[in-house]
């Protein structure tokens, strides 16, 4: 199995070993679990991790409090495939998941492929889903369907529908048609004809949203979320999905030096503040807290877009094109990670273990003294050691997916062997610029030693006796990680289009409006899976 520590049992008897060491107690507590993810989130965008950022004081504290670590890193380095590799524990190559998903997709996250929220939720966990989700809207690839309880949340990227409430967007967008003779300005990158819709459960509850008050709503149905299922006596996985920092950016209340992208970063910096009192408030020391992102900063949004650190790909940059979200440079991948659990995770411990969202699920499953899922491979581990300050040691091996600027999507074209990186594809996404940087393939592969060179500025000289003698080794690894792929149960995502799948609330409105707020809630009939039904109102 690659990329795992042993079997899903002796993970688990590890993990529970740790849990008792550090903290020895005559019976296992399930602890409380929550992942927040951040959307677009730049490794530079945390104050911790970068001296320049001063709109994140709550994260700080929860990195002073928790361990920070250096070199974490997405799954994908793109929306879809990142969250599915999270809640599956599995790379795109495995679980299907290659690209975004679309307002008019058909499928979603294959069925096959079980997620986190149900591992939990067979091992009595309450399980709450808040956020954005872009792993399928019909039919049973909607997350209430996919082993959340409770679901509050837009179906896709916020930039996926018009609002009333446009915020910041490079280009910008027009606010939602009120009438259907208006004549409208269409731009290629913004969508005019459906409004985007806010779900509670099935249900369409408002739509379009209102994108000034979504962080406060988010807020309050995670902190409702937390107070009810810690007044039902049962353990919680809370995965909270971030609108910040993917454009449309909010307006905020009151201007900030920083401008529009640092007033949107004290906001989430906020909300993820007020999640942490919450957390404490019922019980501190019962809940694990996760902080990470969900790839790189979109760079072609200018100033809208979020911090590097130093991460900057100064190879890619010196030929044109972002080396940040969408690409396989350490600007698209690598992000800001915190994990907080107070008494059992050391304060204020940075660590540099080589670490992934994808060992999110197998590590979670440990702590909750669940099974990892029979007959599959996991690109994850458990890093329960790392977590307790038992290690420093993570992966061996990463892998990093092609996420849309070059190579075909989900190839495996890119990756990590301690401190080197190895590309045989590299690509620029669009930059602020407007440029693209063009696909390169190469063989042998460009090899960069991050520890001296982190800005991956430089590649190895091919005939260095450093490049001649970790070649082979290189080699083998990215032989032997395709081998495990191609010889696993890799699932097919369905990227099928239609438009009457499209989350409606009012098919007869422009926009889909809904005539009032719940007023004209319309629900999803998962009992009518044909490909012609569209969401109506009740």
Known sequence: MFGTMGTPRAVLVLAMALVGLWAPCATYKQPNLIVILADDVGWGDLGANWAETKETP?????????????????????????????????????????????????????????????????????????????LGHHGHHHPSFRGF????????????????????????????????????????????????PLFENTTIIQQPVNLSSLAERYAEEAARFIRRASDSGRPFFLYLALAHMHVPLGVP?????????????????ALVGRVKQVADSHGKGNTLLWFTGDNGPWAQKCELAGRLGPFIGAWQQQRGGSSAKQTTWEGGHRVPALVYWPGRIPAKRTSSALLSALDIF??????????????????????????????????????????????????????????YKAFYTTGGAMACDGSIGPAEHHQPP???????????????????????????????AYTQALEDIATD???????????????CCDPQH???????????????????????????CL
């Open 58 to 134: 709550h994260l700080d504290e929860l990195a002073a409090e928790g361990t920070r670590f250096l070199d974490f890193h997405s799954a994908a380095s793109t929306c879809s495939p990142s969250r599915a590799s999270l809640l599956t524990g599995r790379l795109g190559a495995r679980n299907g998941v290659t690209h975004n998903f679309a307002v008019t997709s058909v499928g979603g996250l294959p069925l096959n492929e079980t997620t986190l929220a149900e591992v939990l939720r067979g091992a009595g966990y309450s399980t709450g889903a808040i956020g954005k989700w872009h």
């Open 149 to 196: 309880d409770y679901y509050f949340g837009i179906p896709y990227s916020h930039d996926m529908g018009c609002t009333d409430t446009p915020g910041y967007n490079l280009p910008p967008c027009p606010p939602c048609p009120w009438h259907g003779s208006i004549t409208r300005v269409v731009r290629k990158d913004c969508y005019t004809e459906v409004a985007l």
């Open 253 to 269: 209340p009151s201007p900030l030096a920083s401008g529009i992208y640092g007033a949107s970063l004290s906001e989430m910096d």
């Open 362 to 419: 197998p590590t979670l499953v440990a702590l909750a003294g669940a099974v990892l899922p029979p007959n599959r491979r996991f690109d994850g581990l458990d890093v329960s050691p790392v977590l307790f300050g038992w290690s420093d040691v993570g992966h061996k091996v990463l892998l990093h997916p092609n996420s849309g600027a070059a190579g075909k999507d989900g190839g495996i074209e890119a990756l990590r062997l301690a401190q």
């Open 446 to 476: 460009l090899i960069f030693n991050l520890d001296r060179d982190i800005q991956e500025q430089a590649a190895l000289d091919v005939a260095s006796r450093e490049y001649e003698e970790v070649l082979p080794a290189i080699s083998r």
């Open 489 to 503: 149960n890799i699932s097919v995502a369905d990227y099928s289009k239609d438009p009457a799948v499209t989350p």
């Open 510 to 536: 422009v926009a889909c409006r809904c005539h009032a707020p719940g007023a004209h809630a319309a629900v999803l009939d998962h009992r009518m899976e044909g490909r012609t039904t569209r969401l109506g």
